[in-house]
């Protein structure tokens, strides 16, 4: 089965800081990784996404993330944040095939501070 | 143009009843999901749909419904309201399947 797991909760940077989440994900093949912002009160923005190809990924809002397949991981990043980022992040993997589904990770809450 | 787009976007109701959470997409796409996300975020897949068809029915209980009567629109039916069906429900499609998801805003149902 499928799973997706954010070791943080909470992160709290300054405004201007770098900005590491991380996610581990858990699937028997080759995954499709995506990373979704939901501001408060908001639904889910699709941030960026990992099918094939290149590892490293960009985004949009300057974000980027690393699918590095040795550590079944797929980090988001932001060089330096701005007091728009602070939102909740979810990692997901998807599924492949007719019954296919996104397993969110329980997600990062992300707070700048100023 | 909104894309995915539900009503009502908040739903508060009384225990026992039956209501319907209503979900559009002007995408083209052929794949539709419902998803809950409760009091701590978490976020979980309920149903998807292809084309018209059930495609994933993820241990719901059957008093969630879902219908869909062409593959631009995807709706929810729930009986016999519980508390614990609180929670924010949001609507999703995709082109196909595996691909990317666009979200629709959420229905935020509070059950009392």
């Known amino acids: 089965a499928q799973s997706v797991t954010q070791p943080d909760i909470h992160i709290t940077v300054s405004e201007g800081a770098s900005l590491e989440l991380r996610c581990n994900y858990s699937?028997?093949?080759?995954?499709?990784l995506f990373w979704y912002v939901q501001s408060p009160g908001q639904g889910l923005q699709l941030l960026l996404k990992y099918f094939s190809g290149d590892t490293l990924v960009q985004g949009i809002k300057g974000f980027e993330a690393e699918f590095k397949r040795s550590q079944s991981s797929f980090n988001l990043r932001k060089p330096s944040v701005h007091w728009s980022d602070a939102a909740e992040y979810f990692c997901?993997?998807?599924?492949?095939?007719?019954?296919?589904?996104?397993?969110f990770g329980t997600g990062t809450r992300l707070q700048v501070t100023l | 143009d909104t894309a995915v787009s539900q009503t009502p976007k908040y739903l508060v109701t009384q225990m026992g009843n039956d209501k319907s959470i209503k979900c559009e997409q002007n995408l083209g796409h052929d794949t539709m999901y419902w998803y809950k996300q409760d009091s701590k975020k978490f976020l979980k897949i309920m149903f998807s749909?292809?084309?018209?068809?059930?495609?994933i029915n993820e241990t719901v209980p059957n008093r969630f419904s879902p219908k869909s009567p062409d593959k631009a629109h995807l709706n929810l039916h729930i009986n016999s309201l519980e508390l614990g069906d609180s929670a924010v429900y949001f609507c999703?499609?995709?082109?196909?399947?595996?691909?990317?998801?666009?979200f629709g805003p959420g229905t935020r149902l509070t059950v009392l």
């Open positions: 999703a499609s995709s082109p196909q399947n595996g691909n990317e998801q666009f």
């Open positions: 997901a993997v998807g599924s492949t095939g007719t019954a296919s589904k996104l397993t």
């Open positions: 699937y028997g093949a080759t995954p499709y």
């Open positions: 749909y292809n084309n018209k068809e059930l495609i």
